[in-house]
């Protein structure tokens, strides 16, 4: 039996075109992790501060929304704007 070859590097990355494969990641500098721990820890506070202000993550099937990581995702980067 062979050595099996997985290494999680750009060349071994799923292409954005790959018919089931994620999006690239955000291009750029990389987040810093304590600030992402910041930006989470906010999120936090705002969700347990008011629950109503927060869309459900789960469809009426129990299913994640299509959109639903492009709202967080655009969420994550306006509690970043908020915080700088």
């Known amino acids: 039996m062979g050595k099996k070859e997985s290494t999680p590097c750009p060349e071994n990355a799923v292409k954005p075109d ?5 999006p690239p ?5 990389r987040y810093d992790l304590k600030r992402v721990a910041r ?11 008011d ?3 927060f869309e459900p993550c ?4 129990g299913n994640v929304p299509d959109d639903y990581g492009e709202v967080c ?5 306006e509690i970043s704007d ?3």
């Not at 995702?73 to 980067?77: D, H, I, L």
Request: glycine share 6%.
């Open 18 to 22: 790959a018919p089931n494969g994620p």
């Open 25 to 29: 990641l955000r291009e750029g500098p």
């Open 39 to 49: 930006i989470f820890n906010e999120w936090a506070k705002r969700f347990h501060k």
């Open 51 to 53: 629950k109503t202000a």
């Open 58 to 61: 789960l469809d009426s099937e």
């Open 73 to 77: 995702a655009k969420y994550f980067q």
């Open 82 to 84: 908020d915080l700088s």
